[in-house]
Nanobody
Framework: VQLQASGGGLVQAGGSVTLSCAAS????????MGWFRQAPDEEREFVAI???????SYTDSVKGRFTISRGNAKNTVYLQMNSLKPEDTAVYYC???????????????WGQGTQVTVSS
């Protein structure tokens, strides 16, 4: 089982980036897929979540700016990030779990992380 995140990079404040996460090794269509992020010297925090039927939830700081979506095969999840701010700078991780929850411990599988750096 593997989650492969990609799409990070350096972007100016106000810009946009789309992250992708491809899952392989099993069928994830019934899994909840989430994105977390971890800034230097900070705890890993929940960003967004989507379940198999398309129900979504976001942390307050990204509502209206970030959009989570899934590919047709349900084994790929995307995070479209618009109007980026320097405080969005972090390593972004995708994760898969069975329950629509927001805690790290509720997720069974994790990607390796992709760095997003927003310059001011």
């Amino acid at each position: 089982v593997q989650l492969q995140a990609s799409g990070g990079g350096l972007v100016q404040a106000g810009g946009s980036v789309t992250l992708s996460c491809a899952a392989s090794g099993r069928t994830f269509s019934n899994y909840v897929m989430g994105w977390f992020r971890q800034a230097p010297d900070e705890e890993r925090e929940f960003v967004a979540i989507i379940n198999w039927s398309g129900t979504r939830s976001y942390t307050d700081s990204v509502k209206g700016r970030f959009t989570i979506s899934r590919g047709n095969a349900k084994n790929t999840v995307y995070l479209q990030m618009n109007s980026l701010k320097p405080e969005d700078t972090a390593v972004y991780y995708c994760a898969a779990g069975l329950n629509f929850r927001f805690r790290r411990d509720d997720y069974d599988y994790w990607g390796q992380g992709t760095q997003v750096t927003v310059s001011s």
